[in-house]
């Protein structure tokens, strides 16, 4: 295999996963946007551009350049361990207002705040610290962890970013563990913490794989293929899944809430194609508008059409069509949408012929109830045989009030 090859498939461990965070910050962008008041949404954008980074920076060829740029022979290696230490505390205070809701003030969740924020802050600094006082003149660009494994002060970096990262990935198993077994979590945001808890369990095999190849050198031995073949790998599939728990709940729920919402200006069609026919009116288009501000126009326009047909209204018909869907075998859930459809035909017909013919009665009945229930009465006219049927039997009995 060519050295070109070789470097192709080392570094797609590194550009995959940039490129999936990448593309799901592009896809949480317009909401972090949108909502820019809502501080989870933009600690989880945070928390993206911070994951990116790491993969950015830690790619041997960014190594590289950094260290052109600055001068200094390994002046990365500080650079990618702080990014993935401020990563992993990044992670615990996300996923402890996320538990615990952004706006709680408790005394609990502040002191666990601080603790994060200080120890990982501490860690940071502790690790350029060391870089200061270690000897490290030859650039290692893949396999920094293992050359510098034995030497002074870079042995100890190397230990405490990995410490760290095995410490937040722990606590952060346990915590996503004990919320996950709570009651009352709706199917999205359990699949994100399944993803999650994936996701870190995944990254402790990647500070097993260093930790051995570390090991393997204090110890006279060259495991140096789990550090270098291994790991890079198994942190690439670690991120994806991290960073699809992460975003799952969110564009879950906006895709659920999105899909109901055309679902139901769907389900409001037949109504309003009745209303409009009615009435004359329409719904204004704009291209730009979104789904739920047609939803919400869509329902407007029908409610106050029916305030208009009310005078139309006939009462009676409406109980004896609930009468006759229920004499057919439609249980009541069904037969109150029926017998109002059946209503709010007759309703339009006698609009109709009361501008050839009478003025309508000046009394108007109280549709309160049919106003809330305009959803179930259009779905109930999409059943053209079961209103046929009630129509039927209702004007066998009475058919003048059918016309």
Same mark, same amino acid.
């Given at each position: ?8 498939g080392?570094?797609?461990s590194?550009?995959?996963? %940039? ?7 592009a ?8 909502l820019?008041?809502?501080?989870l949404l933009?600690? $989880? ?6 994951a990116?980074a790491?993969? $950015?920076? %830690?790619?041997?060829p960014?190594?590289?350049?950094v260290n052109?740029?600055t001068?200094v022979p #390994?002046?990365?290696?500080p ?6 230490t %401020? ?6 205070l ?5 538990r #615990?809701g &952004?706006?709680d003030?408790?005394?609990?969740? =502040?002191?666990?705040t601080?603790w994060?924020?200080?120890v990982y802050?501490? /860690? /940071? ?5 060391l870089?200061a006082?270690a ?8 396999d920094l962890?293992? +050359?510098?494994?034995?030497?002074? +002060?870079m042995?100890?970096?190397? $230990?405490? +970013?990995l410490?760290a ?7 952060s198993?346990?915590l996503?563990r #004990?919320? &996950? ?7 999205w945001l ?5 993803l999650l808890g994936?996701?870190y ?6 500070d097993? %794989? ?5 090991g ?15 790991a890079?790998p /198994? ?6 899944? &991290? ?7 969110h ?8 899909? =109901?919402?055309r679902?139901?200006h769907?389900?409001?069609r037949?109504l309003y194609? *009745?209303?409009?026919n @009615?009435?004359g009116g329409r719904?204004?288009f704009k ?5 739920e501000?047609r939803?919400t126009r =869509?329902?407007?326009f &029908?409610r106050d059409?029916?305030?208009?047909? @009310?005078? +139309?209204?006939d009462?009676d018909?409406?109980r004896r069509?609930?009468?006759?869907a229920?004499?057919?075998?439609r249980?009541?859930?069904?037969a109150r949408? *029926?017998a109002h459809?059946?209503t709010?035909?007759?309703?339009v017909?006698?609009?109709r012929?009361s501008?050839a ?11 309160e109830?049919l ?7 259009s =779905?109930?006219?999409?059943r053209?045989d079961d209103?046929?049927a009630?129509?039927?039997?209702v004007a ?7 016309g």
């Amino acid at each position: 295999m060519s050295p070109a090859r070789l470097a192709d498939g080392l570094y797609i461990s590194f550009w995959i996963p %940039a490129a999936v965070l990448t593309a799901a910050l592009a896809i949480k962008l317009p909401s972090i946007i949108k909502l820019w008041k809502d501080p989870l949404l933009r600690a $989880v954008g945070g928390l993206l551009v911070l994951a990116c980074a790491v993969f $950015v920076f %830690a790619a041997p060829p960014t190594i590289a350049r950094v260290n052109r740029a600055t001068g200094v022979p #390994n002046f990365s290696a500080p650079l990618v361990y702080s990014l993935i230490t %401020a990563f992993c505390g990044s992670c615990l205070l996300l996923i402890t207002a996320w538990r #615990n809701g &952004i706006s709680d003030r408790s005394a609990t969740t =502040r002191r666990a705040t601080r603790w994060v924020v200080g120890v990982y802050s501490c /860690v /940071v600094v502790a690790l350029w610290v060391l870089f200061a006082f270690a000897e490290a003149p030859v650039e290692r660009v893949r396999d920094l962890d293992t +050359y510098y494994a034995t030497t002074p +002060y870079m042995r100890e970096l190397i $230990v405490l +970013y990995l410490l760290a990262h095995t410490v937040a990935c722990l606590i952060s198993c346990r915590l996503i563990r #004990n919320w &996950i077994r709570a009651d009352g979590l709706d199917a999205w945001l359990r699949g994100g913490l399944k993803l999650l808890g994936v996701g870190y369990a995944t990254n402790l095999v990647y500070d097993a %794989a260093k930790a051995a190849a570390v090991g393997a050198r204090w110890t006279g031995h060259d495991l140096d293929w789990l550090s270098t073949s291994l790991a890079p790998p /198994v942190a690439c599939v670690s991120a994806i899944l &991290i960073a699809a728990g992460f975003i799952l709940p969110h564009t879950g729920q906006y895709l659920h809430r999105r899909g =109901r919402t055309r679902l139901s200006h769907w389900r409001l069609r037949p109504l309003y194609r *009745l209303t409009r026919n @009615a009435t004359g009116g329409r719904v204004p288009f704009k291209l730009r508008a979104t789904p739920e501000l047609r939803l919400t126009r =869509r329902e407007t326009f &029908i409610r106050d059409a029916l305030l208009h047909l @009310a005078r +139309y209204i006939d009462q009676d018909l409406d109980r004896r069509a609930y009468g006759a869907a229920v004499d057919l075998g439609r249980d009541a859930r069904r037969a109150r949408p *029926l017998a109002h459809a059946v209503t709010i035909q007759a309703a339009v017909d006698a609009r109709r012929r009361s501008r050839a013919e009478a003025p309508a009665p000046l009394d108007s009945p109280d549709i309160e109830e049919l106003l809330e229930e305009i959803e179930a009465v259009s =779905r109930a006219l999409r059943r053209t045989d079961d209103i046929r049927a009630v129509r039927a039997r209702v004007a066998a009995a009475a058919p003048a009030h059918l016309g």
